[in-house]
Structure formats: C-alpha cells, structure tokens
C-alpha cells in the first residue's frame, strides 16, 4: 500500500433515496488497493445500500463511483463481478432447496464442470481451513454452515475487492482469528476487503481506516488502532453510548429451571442429536451456552421451548414443575418464554402485523384473548408498549414484521417475550445481525429482567456476548453440554477448545479441529 | 391375460398418456421457475383446435404441431405480461386463460366441426410398425417418441445443465436470484412461454393420436390432470412419466371393461370412468408420502415478484 496510489474504489458524492427515506446523502470515501476498510454503523444507517450500489444490485441517483481510477459502470453484479468485486450478503442469496455446490454454481459466472469447481471449492476450504460438505441440501444446514457457503463463493472469484458484510458474528474465536490471518493474506496480495460489522474490538484488530456512516452520511473517517471501541460506538449513534449495567453483587436465589438428562433424537439425516443435557437455572442467573452453528442449538431451544416436547415429563422442570410432555403454550402459562434464531418465519410471521405477532406468544400471559375473540385494543396496546419501551423503529403496531430491519424486528420479539415477564427466558442468538446500540437495549433489558428474578438461558455463537451477559457458562458441542464455569473463571482458549470438540476426558469419536498453520496463500 | 391383448392395451395407454406427459412436462419447467399456470387446459384446446385447423388448411402434420405450439405459447405469453410484468394473481389469471381457452377453441373450431383428420402414424416402415409383436416398439405416432424423448431432456436439463440450475435457483428465490444478478422475470417468461408451447404439443395429441377429429373440449379435462400430475410427482420428470402412464393403463382398462361386458359390469361405469383419476391421486399420494419432509415444491411458486430498485 503506498500513498498516493490510486484508490482501487472511490466513491463520490453517491446519493441514493427511497420513499420517503435518504438512505445515503452524498457518500464520499476510498478504499486503496489492498487497505481493509471498515464502514461502520447503525441498522439503517444506509451500509447495505451502498454496498449494493457498489455490487450493481442498485444503480445511484447521484454521485460517481470509480474503479482504479476510472469511472465504474456496475448495470448489474455480474458486471461487479467482473471487475473483480465479491460479497458476502448479511441475508444470505442461497437457495434452500439446493446443494451447496450448487449454490456456489450460481454465484460463478464461468463454465466450469462440477468437478472442476467442486476440486476448486475442496481447494479453498482447505486453504481457509473451513469445513463444509459441498453436497449437502442447504436447508439442512445451520445459519453459520450457511454463511461459509457465502464466503467460499466470494474467494472462489479471486476478487479485487471483497465487501464482507458481517462475516463473523457465527464463527468460533479460531474460527474469527483464521479468516482474520486470510483476510490479511488477501490484503497482503493487493486484494482490497470492505468489511461491515458490529463488532469493534474485531475493526480494532482487523482494518486499517474506518468510515462511519449515521443517517446517511459519512460523519468521521478514522483510524480504528487510534480509537476506542466506545469511542467509535460513539461516532456511530451519536451520542453516549450506555454500558450494561449488571450488579456484580447480586445473589442468586435456588434453581427455577432444570433440565435433567435430557436426549432428543436428532430430526432427520443433518439433525444433531441432544445427548444427556443437564442443566440448571437459578432465580436472578444468566446462563449462557456458547457454540459453533449446528451443534444442536436449534434443536435445543425447540426442547426446552416446547416447540418439540420431549418424552419425559421431567427432565425439564419449570419452578419445580415437570414440563417436559408439555407444548409451547402449557410453558408460557408455566412461566417459560421463548426466542429462536429465525426471526421472520419463526418468531414472527412476515406477512402479519406486529399487534397479530404480539397476539399470537403473549395471549394467555397478557390476555389478549377472551372468550376465543382477540382483543384488538388489548393487543394493540401491547404492541405499542413493546414498541415504546424498546425503541422499534416501525411505522407503527399496524406494520408488517417482515417491513421491519433486522435489529428492530429483533427489538421488537425480544421485548414482546421479556414485557411478558416470564420466570424463564430461553434465548437464542438475542443480538444476530443487530447494530451496537440495539444490541446494548437487549443485553440491559436482559439483564433488568434477571436482575428482578427471572432465569434466563441465552445460546449464542457470539462468546463476546456470552461473557459480557451471563453469570454461568456451558459449551454445546455435537448435541453434548459441557459442564457448566462460572464466567469470572472462565478461560478464552479453553472454551474455544470446547466449541471445537475437544473435551478432554470425553469419548468422542470426532476428530478435534486442528488449528490451522496459516498456508502460503494460493491464487484461487 | 393374453398376450394379444396385452400388446393393443399397451399401445392405447402409451397414446392416451402422451398428451398428459407432454402438457405436464411443460408445466413443471414453468412451476420449476416458480409460476402456478392453471391454464393449460385452455392453452391444450388452443393447440388442439389450432393443429386442426393447419392440417385440413396445408395437410402438413408437422407445420400444425409447430403451429399448435406457437400459438399456445402466445397465449401463455399474454398470462406471462399479466402476472409476470404486471404482477396479476397467478391463480385467478390462469383460470381465466383455460376460460379463454375453451371459448376461443370453440368458436374458431366451429368449421372444422367433426371433419376426419389424419392421424400421424408412426414413421417407421409397416413391417415394423404393424408387426405383431414389434409395434410395442415401433407402433407409436412420432409425438409418443417426442413426449419421451422430452422427459430425459427435462430431466437432463434441470439437473445437468447451468441453464437449469439458474431456472431452479429462479424458483427457489427470486430475491437472491436477483441479488447474485439474475434476470428473474427473463427466465420466468422463457419458462411459461416453454410451458404454453408443450401444452400446445400436447393439444394436437387429441386430433392426431386419440379422436382424428375436431370436437368442442375435445381435452376434456385432461389440462387438470396434467397439473395435478406434477404436484403429486413432486416435480419430478420420470415420476411423471410413472404417473401419465398409470393413468392412461387405467382408462385403458376402462374401454376394455366396456367393451369386455361380462365380469367387468361390476363395477358401474361411472365408477370405471373415476377410477383412472382416483387410482394416480392415490398411487402419487402414496408415493410422495414416503419421502416426507423434503420440500419438493419450488419455494416461489405463484408468488409474483417485483424487482426492488
């Protein structure tokens, strides 16, 4: 990288607006040859717009982009591609019902036989030291399985510029620090990395220049080494970024949720099958289960959910109630809530409103329903509770779920589940996708509800998460929960080592992950 | 049963299933690309009164098929603009296009009202095609070798070639179709125009292989099989091919039984008219049953889609 090279991307004064919204407002950055470049900030800050202009998803109203120098004409991705520019999508652009050898296909603009590509996808997951299995169906695939796929298709092209858009928020901390050592391979051969993310300590470590975005506009360029996290976090929100809060002192009161050995079956030919899982929740206590994608988290929250009732009664116990034969609703009344991973199709229904999604998990807790006829005011006041307390942007309790970002719709499932106040919230993946100051309401309202008694199991992917929210920490691996650490005690290495399968003492037949010397790196 | 009377019972099922093959084949590739178009029976008739009218016109087989296809396909194109560009509802536009259909057969098929057409025999030489034994082979009318011929392309198509793979992806999700940069709506209206022309194929069946005449609703419903055909074959070609031919073997056995009297008049004949349609419900039922859980329905399927810009 030398100054006063030509920028491999420049963008200037790039306007672009929807009804009713300036999603970017006179863009200006560069991004030199082989720089790593961070864009920082909030949901609907206007990243994903630009990143998409830049990829000839969309064309821009006003503005000029250049390309090494000369005006850059995207009409479409392909033509992006051929530039040399990858991406890896936040929503990822895969297709369920096809293999993830055929979803790479798709991304491919060359004629390539299967066998040729499927040697050269071995060839790059080897290279990047990622396990994926080329054949399998996506659909049976985890969301962290799902995303490699993304990042695979991105360095199959070789490209010039690679626009990452959250890449790390499913992988485990080696994981992170592998594809950090190949980003910087790439960066280090000239290849220039756009990377969006949340997550400030991982801009700290990786990227070399910053530019943040807020309302659309660019407000500060900067050099993250030189900044703090909070700082940056700062620059993002405009305005004081609120710690969580979390009373070290507070007590714990006795066990309220338990699970005793239990075993699930696992769904299907991909399903991880849950083995002897016990656990045990205290009054007031955050219980955080950390692990790579796939390892039986789904199928986990589904048991203690209700969603799959298990066959024995009690091997969950909700404040001593066996509760195991007992459906999703015959848990709520019990006390228990819950939050799964998917947040459109699974926690809330797209096409409804957010008063029907409110209706449908809060109506016997919040008697939204009498005399089998829904409430409308009852409901709609709950909505808009929801809405207030937890600082949805949304057009109001009429909009549909599936209108919202990502992160509001996340605020919104979170605070219809925790205004419930249930004594058990069971928790998966609370802030995926979500931006810093979203993610600081959920972690604090989190906390809050422990704080006032409630026990809480939260499983998420993102162990920086873990140790900031939880008392107490397990690692899920191949459906198997280690014991549980208190979180003051608990050591990085050791839990990476867990989330890879290496359990010590344990039986398992799986080979532990090797830690990957980096490889010189190859032309793909 | 003998063996003289399995060789003519082959040869009327294999004639009476082309014409629900070959319909089906072209409507799954339009499902496959995510578009529910209930019009083929209408776009059937279209080709049927069509290659009717060509072939009394020109006495070319041939040109009336290329005409039959042509002419569905242009009105699948019409229910291609409306749900496609304009995003109409796929379900009440396809209706209307088999009320179009049937409409537009009956009055353009007034002239040709009962008018002998030529059937289109098989091209191979008479010993072979009137031999005995060897006409279960050589017997068929070309359009017969063509719906076969068109099952492994089909096949071959979606699942071996990039074209295909781009087609499924379409239907599978439009929006990351969009977002990798696929044209969705190109693909889409290739498909549904593929569609009409294999409908249109499958019209000039009825006057060239079945009745070598022109009748109102001369289809008589068979559109409908053919698209429950695809559901319960799961989208796939050869399940097609099993369930077309299931049915022709049983309405087969129905003109037999008729014609047989004695021991097959137990049954009323109403029933042996029903059976054909309830016999391939339940065997694809079945069927589909044991492989539960894969999701072999295009996930877009009838869901128009507006690209965002």
């Known amino acids: ?524 | 049963m003998s063996f003289d009377l399995i060789i003519p019972i082959i040869i009327t099922l294999v004639g009476a299933s082309t014409p629900i093959l070959i319909a089906a084949l072209g409507e799954l590739v339009a499902e496959k690309s995510g578009v529910l178009n209930l019009g083929v029976e209408g776009m059937m008739l279209i080709g049927a009164v069509v290659a009717v009218a060509v072939m009394l016109t020109t006495g070319n087989h041939y040109l009336a098929i290329i005409c039959a296809a042509g002419a569905s396909a242009c009105s699948a194109l019409i229910f291609g603009f409306l749900t496609l560009s304009l995003s109409a509802n796929q379900v009440a536009t396809g209706l209307a296009l088999t009320i179009l259909g049937t409409g537009f057969s009956a009055l353009f098929g007034q002239p040709y009202t009962g008018q002998a057409v030529p059937l289109l025999r098989s091209p191979f030489a008479p010993e072979l095609a009137q031999h005995e034994v060897l006409r279960i082979f050589f017997g068929y009318s070309p359009l017969v070798y063509f719906s076969l011929i068109m099952v492994v392309a089909v096949w071959w198509f979606l699942q071996r070639t990039r074209w295909g793979l781009i087609l499924r992806a379409v239907g599978e999700s439009d929006h990351s179709a969009h977002s990798i940069g696929y044209s969705v709506l190109g693909v889409r209206y290739l498909a549904v125009a593929f569609g009409g022309a294999m409908a249109g194929i499958a019209g000039s069946c009825f006057p060239f292989i079945l009745t070598p005449q022109w009748v109102e609703r001369l289809t008589s419903g068979r559109g409908w099989i053919a698209l429950a055909l695809v559901v319960f074959a799961a989208w796939k070609p050869f399940r097609l091919l099993a369930g077309a031919y299931l049915f022709g073997l049983i309405a087969t056995m129905e003109l037999y039984a008729k014609a047989a009297g004695g021991n097959f008049r137990i049954l009323p004949s109403e029933l042996w008219a029903a059976l054909p349609y309830l016999a391939t419900i339940l065997v694809l039922v079945l069927i589909s049953m044991r492989r539960q859980g894969s999701t072999s329905a295009p996930a877009c399927l009838g869901r128009p889609f507006v690209p965002s810009n």
Not at chain 1, 100 to 114: C, K, P, Q, T, Y
């Open chain 1, 1 to 524: 990288m030398q100054n006063g090279s030509v920028p491999r991307l420049e963008l200037i004064g790039i306007t672009k607006s929807f009804p009713g919204v300036l999603a970017n407002d006179n863009v200006s950055f560069a991004v030199k040859p082989g720089e790593i470049h961070a864009l920082l900030g909030e949901n609907g800050a206007g990243k994903s717009t630009l990143v998409k202009m830049i990829y000839g998803i969309m064309p821009p109203e006003k503005g000029e982009m250049r390309w090494n120098g000369e005006p850059m004409d995207v009409p479409n991705p392909k033509a992006a591609r051929k530039l040399g520019i990858g991406m890896v999508f936040q929503h990822f652009s895969l297709f369920d019902a096809l293999t993830v050898l055929e979803n790479i296909a798709l991304g491919m603009d060359g004629n390539l036989s299967n066998r040729e590509l499927e040697a050269r996808v071995r060839e790059v997951l080897k290279t990047y030291g990622l396990t994926l299995d080329p054949h399998r169906v996506v659909s049976t695939l985890s969301v962290g399985e799902r995303q490699r796929i993304e990042i695979v298709r991105a360095l199959l092209l070789n490209p010039k510029l690679l626009i990452m858009d959250e890449p790390t928020s499913v992988l485990t901390p080696q994981e992170v620090a592998q594809l950090f050592e190949t980003l910087r391979q790439l960066a280090s051969e000239g290849c220039s990395i756009l990377y969006i993310s949340h997550k400030l300590n991982e801009i700290k470590v990786l990227c070399d220049t910053a530019t943040i975005l807020r309302g659309g506009k660019v407000v500060a360029t900067c050099d993250p080494k030189q900044e703090t996290s909070r700082s940056m976090a700062e620059l993002m929100i405009g305005g004081n970024l609120k710690d969580v809060s979390k009373d070290a002192s507070r007590t714990f009161g006795p066990p309220h949720f338990v699970v005793d050995n239990l075993s699930v079956p696992g769904d299907g030919r991909f399903g991880t099958a849950l083995k002897d899982v016990s656990l045990s929740v205290r009054k007031g206590e955050i219980f955080g289960i950390a692990g790579v994608a796939g390892n039986g988290q789904n199928e986990l929250l589904s048991a203690l959910s209700g969603e799959v009732p298990v066959d024995r009664d009690d091997a969950i116990l909700i404040g001593g109630q066996a509760a195991g034969t007992k459906e999703a609703n015959a848990r709520r009344k019990l006390g228990l809530c819950a939050v799964p991973e998917e947040r459109n199709g699974h926690a809330a229904v797209p096409d409804f409103t957010l008063t029907d999604n409110a209706v449908l998990t809060a109506r016997d807790r919040r008697n939204l329903v009498t005399a089998w006829l829904i409430n409308r005011g009852a409901a709609t006041q709950y909505a808009e509770g929801v809405i207030d307390t937890f600082s949805v942007k949304a057009t109001g309790s009429a909009a549909t779920a599936g209108s919202l970002s990502g992160g509001n719709l996340q605020k919104y499932i979170m605070g219809r589940e925790i205004m419930q106040t249930p004594d058990v919230l069971v928790v998966s993946q609370p802030t995926w996708g979500v931006d810093a100051g979203a993610a600081a309401a959920i972690h604090q309202a989190l906390v809050d509800l422990a704080t006032a008694g409630s026990a809480i199991v939260v499983i998420s992917q993102d162990l920086d998460e873990l140790l900031a929210l939880c008392d107490t920490l397990a690692v899920i691996n191949e459906g198997r929960l280690s014991d549980p650490m208190p979180v003051a005690d608990a050591d990085i290495e050791q839990i990476g080592l867990l989330m890879g399968g290496v359990h010590g003492e344990s039986d398992t037949t799986h080979m532990p992950k090797p830690v990957v010397e980096p490889e010189a790196p190859h032309a793909v």
